[in-house]
């Protein structure tokens, strides 16, 4: 490599001495967007549910408020982490077994029910989904 020719990245002079350029960017060619665990992610959209829930202060004293903070509670109580639980399938086993306590209050949550909550439109890419109030 030449000595005239100074690498840089983000704008930055890796050595130090030149100008930085704050306004210099890059554009974006690939990106993999990646969910490495959809049912603890499901897990933590159902307890923000449950507890948002729990926490109405309009209905702070009704039934489906008292069984969303004893759901909340539950998971709570259910939900603990060791060492080693990814390996050996501890962890996956956790998960379903919180997701269930939240069923209570929630109702059925899978693959069934959720596409029950989509809808369909031949115009629309194969993928796509609408959903439904509430769910994001």
Not at 77 to 88: L, M, S
Request: contains cysteine; charged residues 20%.
């Amino acid at each position: 490599m030449a000595t005239d020719i100074i690498p840089r990245m983000y704008g930055i002079v890796t050595d130090g001495q030149a100008d930085v350029q704050m306004n210099k960017y890059y554009p974006l060619v690939s990106a993999d967007l990646v969910l490495v665990n959809a049912e603890g992610r499901a897990l933590e959209l159902d307890f923000q549910s449950l507890r948002q829930i729990a926490q109405d202060p309009q209905a702070s004293t009704s039934s489906i408020s008292q069984r969303a903070l004893k759901s909340c509670n539950d998971i709570m109580n259910q939900f603990t982490r060791r060492i080693g639980d990814e390996q050996d399938g501890s962890l996956a086993r956790v998960i379903r077994e919180c997701r269930q306590i939240s069923q209570s209050v929630l109702g059925r949550l899978d693959e069934v029910a959720i596409q029950d909550l989509t809808t369909y439109s031949p115009a629309c890419t194969p993928n796509a989904k609408l959903w439904a109030i509430g769910h994001w």
